[in-house]
């Protein structure tokens, strides 16, 4: 299951003096930053940070209010994703109703880069039963089932807005390592948003840390924890550090 279309060669985001502000203020201001191809990347921050800001401006679902953001170097229009990403929340919309078998055909008919073979392996390797309606499934199978839908469109940029919260730690740590897999396998770059930055260990290798709508801290993992310092703890000590200059 190896085979899969070229990534296109332009940076899969980029970002200048990006800005998105609503009426209780600004969400994300002043952001430049580049993700680059073929990473797990790791996008935290407390709440209320910008992470699903930066998300929404990225899949255009948010149009910015300063600045300008490109995906595979197109500017996003807001009438639907970009044909080369995939965007997961954490609500996961799937249809309750449907079997796993129509879900996947649902993922057919409204993906033209759809990979159905693709999509079917991801449901075997999961052990989902594919006659089951998605209402009776466990949440770990839902995920699964949804990844399957964000997967089989055959993505270069996969977007993940906390999709692992509702998941028993178990299952939290089955469905990434999968997940993980299938994205170095098949080279997607994968940003990852996730509260919980133990999970995050040994699986990104770029982080982006936000703070109050800003970037505190862009890069690979290994430039920045070169002194051997845990992702989790680099984040950590960044946005403690941040807190005591504002409140200086």
């Known amino acids: 299951m ?13 970002a200048e003096g990006l800005g998105k502000k609503y009426r209780r203020g600004w969400a994300l ?7 680059p191809r073929n990473r797990i990347v790791a996008l935290v921050g407390p709440n209320g940070a910008g992470k699903s800001t930066l998300m929404g401006l990225i899949t255009g679902l ?20 970009h044909p080369a990403v995939s965007y997961l929340a954490q609500q996961k919309p799937l249809y309750q109703q449907f079997t796993v078998t129509e879900t996947l055909m649902f993922g057919a008919r409204t993906n033209p880069t759809w990979d159905q073979r693709y999509a079917e392996y991801l449901i075997e390797q999961a052990a989902v039963p594919v006659d089951a309606r998605v209402a009776t499934l466990s949440g770990g199978q839902r995920t699964r089932v949804a990844l399957a ?16 919260a509702d998941l028993d730690p178990l299952a939290r740590e089955t469905v990434l390592r999968a997940l993980i897999t299938e994205a170095r ?4 770059t994968v940003v990852l948003s996730s509260h919980v930055l133990a999970e995050l260990e040994g699986v990104c290798d770029h982080l982006v840390l936000l703070h109050k709508g800003r970037v505190l801290l862009a890069g690979d993992v290994g430039r920045l924890s070169a002194d051997g310092t845990p992702l989790g703890e680099l984040a950590l000590n960044r946005m403690r550090q941040a807190a005591q200059e504002e409140a200086a």
């Open 2 to 14: 190896n085979s899969r279309r070229q990534p296109d060669q332009a940076l899969p985001v980029s």
């Open 29 to 35: 201001r002043e952001t430049s930053l580049v993700i």
């Open 62 to 81: 948010l149009r910015p209010t300063t600045g300008e953001i490109t995906v595979f170097g197109d500017r996003p229009t807001g009438k639907g994703l």
């Open 149 to 164: 839908l964000a997967l089989g469109k055959r993505p270069n940029l996969l977007l993940l807005d906390e999709p692992l």
């Open 185 to 188: 396998t098949q080279g997607i």
